[in-house]
Structure formats: C-alpha cells, structure tokens
C-alpha cells in the first residue's frame, strides 16, 4: 500500500513521527472544531487534511504547543 503523501515529506517538515502524530492530530481537531463552528461540511475528513498542510509546510510543530494534561 502506497502513502501519500510519502512518509519522507512529512518527516521533512517534522522529523519524529510520534511528533508527527501528535501535531497532525492537534490541527485535524482544530480544523474539525472550526468547522462545525462554522456550519461547514468537509469534502475530505480533518485529518487528511491536515496531513497535506503538513506535507505542504504549511504547519510544522514549532509553534503548537503538544504538551499533555492529565486530569487528576
């Protein structure tokens, strides 16, 4: 199975994967929340959107901040 957008290209942006998760899962949220905000229906689902922003180096992980909080 081929993946595109290639593996290479994501980690030019954000060179760990775990990162790569993380930030990728962060912006599909946000571009999820704006959405339904907004009253928009998406044509592709928010992760495969903000896969190809990443790919395209529209957003990196040195402006998000990806710390956890634990609820105790």
Known sequence: ???YPAMSKLN??????YM???VVAMRARQIADDAEEAGVQLD???????IHEVADGKIDAS??????SVDN
């Open 1 to 3: 199975m081929m993946l």
């Open 12 to 17: 030019s942006h954000i060179p760990n994967r």
């Open 63 to 68: 402006g998000m901040d990806l710390t956890i």
């Open 44 to 50: 592709e689902k928010p992760v495969t959107l903000a």
């Open 20 to 22: 790569l998760v993380n």
